[in-house]
């Protein structure tokens, strides 16, 4: 592998911004920063109105591109390209429920994907009866599909809609795509022009309330963190209404993301409500135990290696994560911890040091080699009325 730690930024990479892309206010609150050789490369900010968390200073769109083109090059771990065995199986069976849940509310069949990678989760699609056509700027994985005879397009949105001005779509799905977009609300005003009238837009994005901690702030690829909230009233603004809501899984056992069914209506009486102070007590909280329990806000991090595009410091996200999980796991005991419970106490008692690694070495070597559609949870679709919202059980 040849792996690249060297990244080249500079100031002119960089852009920022400094209002709320609901709020359009300043009355925000810096999370984190991230400084790369004494230059502040990251900035990661919550809004006091509505939470939403958002990269205030981040890499623009044309660093991106260059950054992924030095990648693709270079040959890099196929995991980091996105692009393992593993990530391909999740993906088709995260599309097949998708699918699932999405034929018992459309109307039609013709469908979009934006953002699709190689194309893999379109054949879930295309086997329960979908007329589907995957999007996919990244060249070195839309090829991959279109090798495989899958109906990937080396497009961008604008791209399609310049060259098929009055193609429109029954559904479109943008599963895990909406963060990383520059600017969410222009992305979802543009999928209104695919769409036909009552079409369906599936959004599908990591779960604000479950995402959020201080590690976030290292993570350069995802530009936004969304609650329900955001997603309900972006779509507003583009004259869509909130349906339908589920809470899938990406990985067995991993924690909930959060999917909202937009219809495509010419009559959006929904008015989000976006106060949302919980939310944002709960954020700030999370981010405030950092490194080593510490309280400190905002947190600053000195990198002088970049491990990848996608998260700047590899090593220091993903300790977070299995420290974060591990908690998770003795809060909700499920049946892949009830068979470690005996250990985990023996462990406690004994006070071991290191007892976490120790634990985790035998949890990830009982973990699924292979996952199967039942080591997920098949996401449930609710329908949102007014006393759900107002209940605000999507928190
Ligand atoms: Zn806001």
Redo the contacts with the bound molecule.
Sequence with gaps: MNKITNWKIDNDDLHVKQK????N?DNNEILGNVNYNNLQILQTTI?N????VWRSKVPKFSWFVSAWNTRNKTGESNDILGMSKMVEIRRKIRYRAIANNLKRVTKGMTHLDIGTGPGRGLKEFINLGFDSIGLEPDISRAEVGQKEGLPVLNLTLEEFIEKNKNKKFDVVTVVQALEHMQNPQEFINKIKKVLKTNAILYIEVPNAKNFIRWQDSLYMEHLYNFSFNHIAYMGGVAEMLPKYISFPRTVPFGPKHLAVMLVNSVNNNFNAK?KSSNLIYDIKKKHMLGLDNKFSFPKEFNIHKFDDVCYVSKNIYFKQIKDNVFEQLLKKPNRFVSAMKHRIELYQRQGLSGFKDKLFGNLFYKFPKVFNDKDFISPKLIEITKEYIEQEKWI
């Excluded at 709320?20 to 709020?23: E, G, K």
């Excluded at 109105?49 to 939403?52: A, E, K, N």
């Design positions: 709320c892309l609901i709020c206010n809004c109105d509505c939470g939403l976006m």
